[in-house]
């Protein structure tokens, strides 16, 4: 006899029991390998997914299709094809032609659009053909039982879980004709259709049971009860996702207090990205994740995928992307410049590297493998489309955890006729449980359920027929999901009969992030001695202590840097930063006319500017605002000025300081000198006094203090904007509060560096993360 199983987690639990038993196995295998070796399709071979999409795409190629609102762009339409796939095989398991679709009661271009898929359908099954394939979509019209394979069989059992298509029943149907097949099924209130299915064969199933039926005879060999323990079941709803984590842990652990072993233990994800998180937090390798790790987080596809993005767009953070993963310049010239596809598996084949893990450079080599003779087939590619195309290939590989956790982490699917003592549930939330399908998008429920085909409500009944399996099947259950303005718990919650959690969600947070412990120990270090003139104190780090002493304290003590992202965006700092260097280096020439000043500063912007389309609009703007501000440059040179210094850099000590600053320019004329700060940005001409004696911004006064030994000095804004010098009218006011300021830190050998009391800042401060809770 065979065992027949929905899963190959089945098969292996099913090998599993016989552990220890000295006795012959019983063979065991997945219904999709039973239907893969009952049915044969004669002078042809099964296409690989990859073959599939491209066909696909050639068979789109006509006017109609675009009616479909599907991308043709090579890669969108890869990852939009899916919708087609799913819909054209289940027309097929289920056997329904597009013509026999209810049109009645359906939108204005639902005809039309049928019609489009009729013909893309026609186009992509001569395609097939004409290369001597066959894929899931033909494969009903096909096939042809293997008699020899199936009598060789003499009798099997089959483990339903769900419902079969109409395809799978005919299998089914013909394979008793040779030997003896055995439906071992639940039988509950969410898998009517297989009831149904059983009662037209003669099987009369009761409601509530397991039932083993001989599709031979027509008869119920026996069965018991479906639902024979009630386990308990905890539920807990949580603002924040990660915190379901910790409510992971702390079920596992209360469960194997209360007597489970933990490899009788499962942790279900209807949304298998939550695995990632697990993983995270998994310190102590107690889980085993079923799915394993899917590749493209792995080193190979994300070189692979910084080469594309390079390809595509040579921005600087793409350019940064290929150093950080070891893709250095004398590599950047050869991705640009593949355009063939001669050299390409050798050439994907280099981006493997030694430190790269075993089964990482073991699916990788095989997939180079196939995929080296799936080009071979003459497929039509250009480099860049072969490249995303063995990207996408790659990526949809998974890795098996082989760490050895005892607890399984598994998607629902997965969990299909599994038996566990203890089951946890995350993100039950409504938008997940149940899944909506992609299998809708075409064809509505209404038109589904004239045409026989399965409805929403069928695939919903389905999804409760999972979770209803795996949950009576448990002694204990814990359910947990998220709930906020944005998230509601599922709707499947109300049939379970559950204990709420009270435990405030602190208590998870401790789990998680032990921050009270942390914190404490932290704050010890923020009050210390420290010499702010040891080095020469800078306007901008007295600026930074008197708008936030514990950024400073983090920034100039700790010496903790700034995660700045490189980038090439135009933001008014890029573009502030520019027009300062152009303006330093155009007036290095000691004798200008207004041409020669415009000329080289058009020049200058033209080499120093980002070769962007939004730098190129940002600074040609501001080349018509220099032709005001280089009129009156002209003026005051003839009134007698001149450049004394430009970007001069000071230092001075007086009264016990030791200070230092940037001037960006100072100007003399007669005995007189005048320091220049330029302002690209906005100046606020009518500040009120209070304002301004709270501005903690003293670089002029700064200025002022510096070069106090020139004599008759001033201090003022240039606004570039506005081509207008502009004098701080509570200058001397300020002046005053600066030295206060200064004398305050001389005096003082011990701070204390305080976080800000108003946190209206702190949301964009580079060292929130660092500040512990002041953001």
Known sequence: MTEVFSTTRQVRGFYESFLGNNQLLIKAITIAELESKAWIVPNAVQADDDTRALLMREASAFSNFDKLHIPKEFMAFLQNSNYI???????????VELDELDLNDTYAEFSEHVAILKELLRRYCILLEQKGLFDKITLPKLAELNISYVSSLKKIRVHLEGYLSRFEIRLLENIKKYCKVEI?????????????WLAKEGIDALPGTIAECDLNESKVIKSENLYSSKPKIFYKSFSLRVLQAAFVFKKIEEFVKNGILPQNIAVVLPDESFASILKELDKLNNLNF???FEMKYFAYCQRLQAVLKFIKDDEIE?????????????NLWDFRKKTGLGDIVFWLKSLIYEDDSKEEKSIVENELFLFEKFLQNGMELNFEQAATLFLKRVGQKSIDD?????????????????RYDGVIIVDFNDDIVPKRSSKDMFISSLVRLKSNLPTAEDRENLQRFFYDRLINNAKMVAISCVENEEKLPSRFLKSLHMSIEEISEESYKDILFKTNRIKKNIEKNFICEHDFFAEPLSSSRLKTYLECSRKYYLKYIKGYKEALMPTDTCDARAMGTLIHEVLRDVFKNPSFTFADLMKEAKKLIEEKRVKKALWEIESDVWLLKLENFFA???QRFEDGWEIFALEKNEKREFEGFNITGIIDRIDKKADKYLLLDYKTGKIDIDIT????????DFQLEFYSLLCENLGDVKAAFYDLNKAEIVENMYFDKKKEKLLEHLRFLRQNTTFAFDKREDKKMCRICQFNKLCWGCA
């Open 290 to 292: 079923a799915m394993g």
């Open 689 to 696: 006094e209070k304002k301004a004696m709270e501005s903690n």
């Open 85 to 95: 796939f799913r819909l054209f095989e289940e027309l097929a398991n289920e056997e």
């Open 184 to 196: 071992v099924t639940p039988i509950s209130a969410y898998n009517k259709k297989t009831a149904q």
């Open 318 to 330: 793409h350019i940064f992307r290929l150093f950080r993963l070891r893709l250095g310049k004398e």
């Open 632 to 634: 009156l440059e002209m």
């Open 402 to 418: 082989y760490r050895g956790g005892k607890i399984t982490v598994m998607g629902v699917l997965e969990s299909r006729g599994a």
